[in-house]
């Protein structure tokens, strides 16, 4: 469904051009869970923007293909990319306190992805609205259909993002350290929101994240990056059983021991 | 929302107070026998102090201060010094003028400034936004009283589409005396719309940079629709506030360009009051410039509020 | 990319008031006619050889005028300017510093004397005190106080919960050797920039009042006052307003352009 082949990201922002990703070669197919661990700075959270496509600054060149679905997104037209941005790509992001619009109302928000892509009838967006709110695990969605963000928490606000993104039933969701931002338990019930989501919904699930006893929750494959390149990937349980690179050894040495639930 | 309005009036009506408290003070300790001037030649000691109880001066000084004070809510400004008639009918007619001319300059400010603001924000690095920014930048250091000079050489006396000194009456003919305040309030408002044109547009750049204006963009929004739907309302916030102390700003500099334009308004009646030490109405036109520029920030405190729901919902600032 | 073009404007401006100032300076030492001198027959003369900027209603050389004039506009912008900064910056320093009941006291004092336009206290001044050079230079400097103590005490606000603040203290450090010694030197560039709009907003005061007649008074030269007395003439002898109306917006251009965008922090900066 999803490849990325020979991604390569460069910066300009000094006279030296900067490489932030290189060389990045993936797969996802429908239904899947992929996760990408690294640390801040590897590259993991470019190549997610990139493959949504919120990566258009004067400053950078990509190179590479992304396809999705038949379409090349890194050379198709601007047009063609937004017929595909919150209908079948949807992203959420790391900071729920930020993403959402301060002065719209949360309702109006989760409506938009629909708005965008043509719905008119006030009736049937405000439906959907509020289904994708219960869905995302909100109950008093009609009192948070009229609120505004800065009324609710953080877990609410990313629940907000989360229905916003899921109310066009997109084929892939990235989620780019969706739950970075929150307390414990709140991660616990996000990271058990999109695992459902990918059950009842088929939508696959990009996850993007530092933190690999997340990751190992969630994901059924793992992409592990490192200074913009990929270093090891494969099946989550034989990279945490078996790890190849030394990176990655580090990465598992650094988790807290966790009791796996089972 | 009900809150927050009863308490931002009620902070108007507290710093009404303390304005009028310290202008009352000031004039109050100047050395001087008001009577003295009044009497001038024929003064003679009996005659003063008659004068001086006529006038009210033997009371002590918060009576003078509360007698002051009441008089003014109901539009008594007490009696003029040079002239033999209540300040109110001295400057009653003026204030229209005044205020006249500010929403002229104000309606010149928000019609130039705005969509200018957004365009150069939108083309922001190309040929017009270049344009701008020199233009900008030379249109903020050039004095209102300055440019009034040449407006009316290149308006007046070049094109002659107006008869500088030639002052129309509201009372003679209205749309004559509008017409007559345009070049006034263009001086005024020019400086000030570069100011918000600048503003707007750094503002509009910095939200299109916040994590909600990527969130916007990941549903498909066009960069037109993100700007209007998105963008716009959050960058004009800022914008109220300074259009707000714009205000001010311009109801003082009018002050000027009534001398440039030959306006018989209230600056020209401060200024022949100060000449002759009128106190009563130079305390008077005091009072009325900063009652005026203290309602106006109450007022854009407000739409500020109803504009930002963080202020209207939950009634306070963050 | 930013930084180079604010460092820029800052360079453009700082050349721009280095002109005027050179210009006025000039005048002291080689002024081509005495400023005061009337010449009844050159009355209102255009610009020649002679008179390089035309003659005025008087028949006075406007050149020299204007150069009287411009050092007239700086002695009222410098001094005013100072007497501001440095009330200015002791009252916001205290405030922000102590903070506490003194500093809602006096901030409600200065948010009333805010509301009032800067030209309106000054004109409130010279009416309470009478006209004059030296009055004029204390009501502008009296009408600075309030923004620029309202900018100090927000900068000192921020300095005071910083660690070396905190670490003077410790090794005890005095009160006023804490707000002038050790905080005063990291304040340096705000309060340059601060100087900066204020000696701007001064100058455009002094031109303002000037222009209405209760600043300088004849038959000393500003450029508010000539470009009043220039007024009556704009239609037979526009050279009279052009020259000394150029020299204000080129001056006044300079300091936008130095204290735009806090373009001064960043020379400071680079400097030290």
Same mark, same amino acid.
């Given at each position: 469904m999803l490849s990325v082949e020979n991604l390569k990201i460069e910066f300009y922002d000094h006279s030296l051009p900067e490489t932030a990703v290189d060389d990045v070669t993936f797969t996802m197919g429908e239904g899947e869970?992929?996760?990408?661990?690294?640390? %801040?700075? %590897?590259?993991?959270?470019?190549t997610a923007l990139s493959i949504a496509g919120l990566?258009?600054?004067?400053?950078?060149?990509?190179?590479?293909?992304?396809?999705?679905?038949?379409?090349?997104?890194?050379?198709?037209?601007?047009?063609?990319?937004?017929?595909?941005?919150?209908?079948?790509?949807?992203?959420?992001?790391?900071?729920?306190?930020?993403?959402?619009?301060?002065?719209?109302?949360?309702?109006?928000?989760?409506?938009?992805?629909?708005?965008?892509?043509?719905?008119?009838?006030?009736?049937?967006?405000?439906?959907?609205?509020?289904?994708?709110l219960t869905d995302a695990g909100l109950e008093d969605a009609e009192r948070i259909y009229a609120s505004f963000p800065h009324q609710l928490s953080g877990g609410q606000r990313q629940r907000v993002m989360i229905a916003a993104a899921m109310i066009s039933k997109p084929k892939l969701l990235i989620a780019d350290e969706p739950t970075t931002a929150l307390d414990v338990t709140v991660q616990a019930q996000v990271i058990e929101l999109l695992r459902r989501i990918n059950r009842e919904k088929k939508t696959s699930i990009l996850f993007i994240s530092h933190d690999l006893s997340l990751v190992r929750q969630l994901c059924q494959r793992v992409l592990v990056m490192k200074d913009g390149k990929i270093v090891e990937q494969g099946e989550a349980e034989d990279i945490f059983a078996n790890p190849q690179e030394e990176y990655t050894k580090e990465l598992i040495m650094a988790i807290p021991v966790v009791k796996k639930p089972d | 929302m009900a809150k927050y309005m009863l308490k931002k009036i009620l902070m108007l009506v507290l710093t009404l107070l303390a304005v009028s408290f310290v $202008?009352? #003070?000031?004039?109050?300790? /100047?050395?001087?026998?008001?009577?003295? @001037? !009044?009497?001038?030649t024929e003064a003679t000691p009996e005659k003063l102090e008659a004068m001086r109880e006529q006038m009210g001066l033997n009371?002590?000084?918060?009576?003078?201060?509360? !007698?002051?004070?009441?008089?003014?809510?109901?539009?008594?400004?007490? !009696?003029?010094?040079?002239?033999?008639?209540?300040?109110?009918?001295?400057?009653?007619? !003026?204030i229209f003028i005044n205020f006249t001319m500010s929403s002229l300059a104000l309606v010149i400010v928000c019609a130039v400034s705005i969509p200018l603001g957004i365009y150069t924000a939108k083309r922001v690095g190309g040929v017009v936004d270049k344009i701008f920014i020199v233009i900008n930048q030379l249109f903020m250091s050039v004095p209102p009283f300055l440019l009034g000079l040449l407006l009316t050489f290149v308006f007046g006396l070049t094109f002659r589409l107006f008869t500088p000194g030639g002052y129309i009456d509201y009372h003679d003919n209205f749309i004559g005396?509008?017409?007559?305040?345009?070049?006034?309030?263009? #001086?005024?408002?020019?400086?000030k719309c570069a100011m918000c044109i600048r503003l707007l547009k750094a503002n509009i750049l910095e939200e299109a940079k916040k994590d909600y204006a990527r969130t916007a963009y990941s549903r498909g929004n066009s960069t037109t629709s993100m700007l209007y739907r998105h963008i716009l309302q959050n960058a004009i916030m800022p914008t109220i506030t300074f259009i707000g102390m714009v205000v001010a700003d311009m109801i003082a500099s009018g002050i000027i360009?009534? @001398?440039?334009?030959?306006?018989?308004?209230?600056?020209?009646? /401060?200024?022949? #009051?100060?000449?002759?030490?009128?106190?009563?109405? $130079?305390?008077?036109? $005091?009072?009325l410039i900063a009652a005026g520029i203290v309602i106006i920030s109450t007022v854009t405190d407000l739409i500020y509020a109803w504009v930002d729901p963080r202020v209207r919902v939950t009634g306070d600032e963050e | 990319m930013k930084k180079t073009t604010t460092n820029k404007n800052f360079i453009i401006g700082f050349c721009m008031v280095l002109a005027v100032l050179v210009f006025a300076l000039a005048g002291l030492v080689f002024a081509p006619f005495d400023p005061e001198e009337m010449d009844a027959a050159s009355k209102l003369a255009s610009p020649s050889f002679k008179h390089l900027f035309g003659c005025d209603n008087f028949g006075r050389d406007i050149l020299s005028r204007v150069q009287q004039g411009t050092r007239m506009t700086l002695l009222i912008g410098l001094g005013s300017t100072a007497i501001g900064a440095v009330i200015g910056t002791i009252l916001g320093a205290v405030m922000g510093y102590f903070g506490g009941l003194l500093d809602e006291g006096l901030m409600r004092v200065i948010d009333v004397l805010f509301a009032i336009p800067s030209i309106l206290l000054a004109l409130i001044f010279i009416s309470l005190f009478g006209t004059g050079t030296f009055n004029v230079i204390l009501a502008l400097g009296f009408a600075i106080v309030p923004s620029f103590a309202k900018m100090v005490r927000t900068e000192f606000m921020k300095q005071r919960e910083m660690d070396y603040v905190k670490a003077a203290k410790l090794m005890g450090a005095g009160r006023g050797r804490i707000l002038f010694v050790h905080i005063l030197p990291n304040v340096m560039p705000t309060l340059l920039n601060c100087v900066l709009i204020s000696l701007n907003n001064a100058v455009l005061a002094e031109a303002g009042m000037s222009f209405l007649g209760i600043g300088v008074q004849p038959p000393q030269a500003s450029l508010g006052r000539m470009l009043s007395e220039a007024q009556g003439h704009l239609q037979t002898a526009p050279f009279y307003t052009i020259f000394p109306g150029l020299v204000m917006i080129i001056m006044l251009l300079g300091f936008g352009l130095m204290s735009e965008g806090g373009g001064l922090k960043d020379a400071f900066r680079r400097k030290s």
């Open positions: 869970i992929l996760g990408i661990v690294g640390e %801040s700075g %590897s590259g993991k959270s470019l990566l258009n600054r004067g400053d950078i060149t990509k190179s590479g293909d992304i396809v999705f679905n038949g379409l090349n997104l890194l050379h198709c037209k601007r047009s063609e990319l937004r017929k595909l941005q919150g209908k079948d790509i949807a992203m959420i992001f790391q900071e729920p306190m930020t993403c959402l619009n301060p002065v719209k109302k949360i309702g109006w928000q989760v409506e938009e992805a629909l708005r965008v892509h043509g719905e008119k009838d006030k009736i049937k967006l405000k439906e959907e609205a509020i289904k994708a | $202008v009352f #003070a000031a004039f109050s300790i /100047l050395p001087g026998d008001p009577a003295l @001037q !009044k009497l001038g009371d002590p000084f918060m009576v003078r201060y509360g !007698k002051w004070l009441l008089g003014m809510l109901t539009f008594d400004f007490g !009696k003029s010094y040079s002239y033999s008639m209540s300040v109110t009918d001295l400057i009653g007619d !003026k005396f509008v017409g007559y305040l345009i070049c006034p309030a263009i #001086a005024i408002a020019l400086p360009i009534e @001398q440039v334009f030959g306006i018989p308004g209230l600056g020209r009646s /401060l200024l022949s #009051a100060i000449s002759t030490r009128d106190y009563p109405v $130079v305390m008077a036109i $005091v009072m | -």
